[in-house]
Nanobody
Framework: QVQLVESGGGLVQAGGSLRLSCAAS????????MGWFRQPPGKERVFVAAISGSGASTYYADSVKGRFTISRDNAPNTMYLQMNSLKPEDTAVYYC????????????????????WGRGTQVTVSS
């Protein structure tokens, strides 16, 4: 019954910025980890960023570190991904994900640790 809905994707030129939002239903997301994953065309889905339930801890893939910022509000449950200095290689469908159980160690990068997924939002970065 948990629903995640992404928004904010679109077409942007290299060097530009976008802010993705993920609206989450259910109180579980106020305490458990959430994350962003992306899937470029013809590629596998990979980890982008994650944030702890409290918002105190954030984690980033090396490819986006220093350019992307993940954040969340718990009332209402909403997660954000601020993307700056976008590159063509950032082009992908971006997915919001939420965990129903605690995530420990480096497991926040693993798709299987997340139980709830949005439908995705397309981000296209032109050269």
């Amino acid at each position: 019954q948990v629903q995640l809905v992404e928004s904010g994707g679109g077409l942007v030129q290299a060097g530009g910025s976008l802010r993705l939002s993920c609206a989450a239903s259910g109180r579980t997301f106020s305490t458990n980890m959430m994350g962003w994953f992306r899937q470029p065309p013809g590629k596998e889905r990979v980890f982008v960023a994650a944030i702890s339930g409290s918002g105190a801890s954030t984690y980033y893939a090396d490819s986006v570190k220093g350019r992307f910022t993940i954040s969340r509000d718990n009332a209402p449950n909403t997660m954000y991904l601020q993307m700056n200095s976008l590159k063509p290689e950032d082009t992908a469908v971006y997915y919001c994900a939420g965990a129903s159980k605690p995530v420990w160690g480096f497991r926040y990068t693993a798709l299987r640790e997340y139980d709830y997924w949005g439908r995705g939002t397309q981000v296209t970065v032109s050269s």
